[in-house]
């Protein structure tokens, strides 16, 4: 029996709700017109104002079953009743907010197990901005921005759900200047992938690749033939160098084939 994975949209923040809408039309897309999409509000602390307005957005979309998914404490996400809300769904959105959040309030629960389940039949697990962050293994929670990555500087990264496997996720990416930043994550482990994700732009993982949508960019910092990095040394205060680091900025219509860590141009750009 062949092993079936469905697909991972990770969206960068401020997403066209209002013009074209090409990423959450192409989430609507995944759900299908005749599919269940839930929208996870667990990461705000204004659960309303995002259902609301995303509920407002697929509909008009064209998906018509959309519903609520209200996580306010670790005791919801263990209630069945919570559970019974992702029954038959075919994509999950996350909004945006805190990762924490989300990882606190959803990780080791049966909506973590539902959500797992879903992915691994074949449906779409969405999400921007904090929804974004927490797809890794590990993800990025705060740290320093617009400025050169530093010793000692307080970068705070948790435990994920762990979709997208050794990988790091930035989002908000260029324009709130965290480049620093995720230098500064990969040279803590040159092992992981950084991927910074712009605003308005998604990748989207399925199968062995990621392609970019949307209007910006998507930045895949790869450490794992860097020669030299001072990240362990105990001088603090020092900017961090990091020697033999790969940038790929991939634009709407790119591929990055995450096993051979290699970028593919877009076929309109070949």
Request: hydrophobic letters at 40%; a negative charge; glycine letters at 14%.
């Given at each position: 029996m062949t092993h079936v994975r469905g697909s991972l949209i990770v969206i960068?923040?401020?997403?066209?709700k209002q013009g074209d809408r090409v990423i959450l039309r192409e989430v609507a897309g995944r759900a299908g017109p005749g599919g269940k999409l839930v929208v996870a509000t667990v990461a705000s602390s204004e659960p309303e104002i995002y259902w609301e307005e995303y509920q407002r957005v697929f509909r008009a979309l064209g998906v018509r079953h959309v519903h609520h998914l209200d996580v306010r404490s670790r005791a919801e996400a263990l209630a069945d009743r919570?559970?019974?809300?992702?029954?038959?769904?075919?994509?999950?959105?996350?909004t945006g907010g805190d990762?924490?959040?989300?990882?606190?309030?959803?990780?080791?629960?049966?909506?973590?197990?539902?959500?797992?389940?879903?992915?691994?039949?074949?449906?779409?697990?969405?999400?921007?901005?904090a929804g974004a962050s927490m797809m890794c293994e590990t993800m990025l929670v705060r740290g320093e921005e617009e400025r050169s990555a530093r010793l000692g500087a307080a970068l705070v990264m948790a435990p994920g759900l762990g979709f997208v496997k050794n990988a790091i996720i930035d989002q908000h990416f260029a324009q709130r200047g965290r480049i620093g930043r995720l230098l500064g994550a990969v040279a803590h482990n040159p092992?992981?992938?950084?991927?910074?994700?712009?605003?308005?732009t998604a990748a989207i993982f399925e199968r062995a690749h990621l392609t970019v949508l949307g209007e910006n960019a998507v930045y895949v910092v790869d450490g794992s033939m860097a020669t030299y990095s001072n990240i362990a040394?105990?001088?603090?205060?020092?900017?961090?160098?990091?020697?033999?680091?790969?940038?790929h900025v991939l634009s709407q219509?790119?591929?990055?084939?995450?096993?051979?860590?290699?970028?593919?141009?877009?076929?309109?750009?070949?």
């Open positions: 960068g923040g401020h997403e066209d919570t559970v019974r809300v992702l029954e038959g769904a075919t994509a999950v959105f996350f990762q924490l959040r989300i990882a606190s309030e959803l990780g080791n629960t049966p909506v973590y197990d539902r959500l797992c389940a879903i992915y691994e039949v074949g449906g779409t697990i969405a999400g921007t901005s092992r992981v992938l950084g991927i910074g994700i712009d605003e308005n040394e105990e001088e603090e205060d020092r900017a961090l160098a990091l020697f033999g680091v790969r940038l219509g790119s591929r990055f084939e995450l096993a051979s860590r290699e970028p593919v141009a877009s076929a309109g750009a070949m």
